[in-house]
């Protein structure tokens, strides 16, 4: 059974990093084809993509995000991080992170519940 | 990349069938035979209803299937039930050197 749940800090303030990590069960992230991604859903508003990481290590990143972005993972702990600098409040969402399986491309099969992150001085 | 334009909201009785639709570019939706739809209700995570067009994941009922013409996919409910009634959700590929693309989103209600 996959599984995969987000925490991290649900109040940051403007220009402060945020730091949101993807701990996750039931596969493993140095299988051939795997991968975890992040997305995130402002208040009301449609899903938006922001970041992918492969078992083999290769990244993308949302082109508009990319100077702000870092995605990261350790196989060894089940856990995939991303780093987010110099947050808006334009950045407040639910940020969600979710399983690509191997063998497909562009699925996000099984997700996270989420974590809402509030940016506000 | 900018996001697949779907309707903002459809509706329909219970029974019935409603159909929503999902406009890319010749880069995403018609490069490939990689779409999918998630529903999401209010609160919850998405869960992913349709991957690559018209396949469904073991579990989700026969009722949801997909399609596609050119740079337009579709996913249509049938039988509709109450517990329908949730946000879809289109997707993407968009090519090994991107991420994928997601629909603005439409919110199907069961009248």
């Known amino acids: 059974q996959i599984t995969l749940k987000e925490s991290g800090p649900t109040l940051v303030k403007p220009t402060q990093t945020l730091t949101l990590t993807c701990t996750f069960s039931?596969?493993?992230?140095?299988?051939?084809?795997?991968?975890v991604g992040w997305v995130r859903q402002p208040p009301g508003k449609a899903l938006e993509w922001l970041a992918l990481?492969?078992?083999?290590?290769?990244?993308r990143y949302r082109p508009s995000l990319r100077s702000r972005l870092t995605i990261t993972k350790d196989t060894s702990k089940n856990q995939v991080v991303l780093t987010m600098t110099n947050v808006d409040p334009v950045d407040t969402a639910t940020y969600h992170c979710?399983?690509?399986?191997?063998?497909?491309?562009?699925?996000?099969?099984?997700w996270g519940q989420g974590v809402m992150v509030t940016v506000s001085s | 990349q900018s996001a697949l334009t779907q309707p903002p909201s459809a509706s329909g009785s219970p029974g019935q069938s409603v159909t929503i639709s999902c406009t890319g570019t010749?880069?995403?939706?018609?490069?490939?035979?990689?779409v999918s739809w998630y529903q999401q209700h209010p609160g919850k995570a998405p869960k992913l209803l349709i991957f690559?067009?018209?396949k469904r994941p073991s579990g989700v009922p026969d009722r949801f299937s997909g399609s596609k013409s050119g740079n337009t996919a579709a996913l249509t409910v049938s039988g509709l039930q109450a517990e329908d009634e949730a946000d879809y959700y289109c997707?993407?590929?968009?090519?090994?050197?991107?991420?994928?693309?997601f629909g603005t989103g439409t919110k199907v209600t069961v009248l």
């Open positions: 979710a399983h690509k399986p191997s063998g497909t491309y562009g699925v996000l099969g099984y």
């Open positions: 039931g596969f493993s992230l140095s299988s051939s084809g795997v991968g």
């Open positions: 990481i492969y078992w083999d290590d290769d990244k």
């Open positions: 010749s880069s995403d939706v018609g490069a490939y035979n990689y």
């Open positions: 690559e067009v018209n």
């Open positions: 997707s993407s590929y968009a090519g090994s050197n991107n991420l994928g693309v």
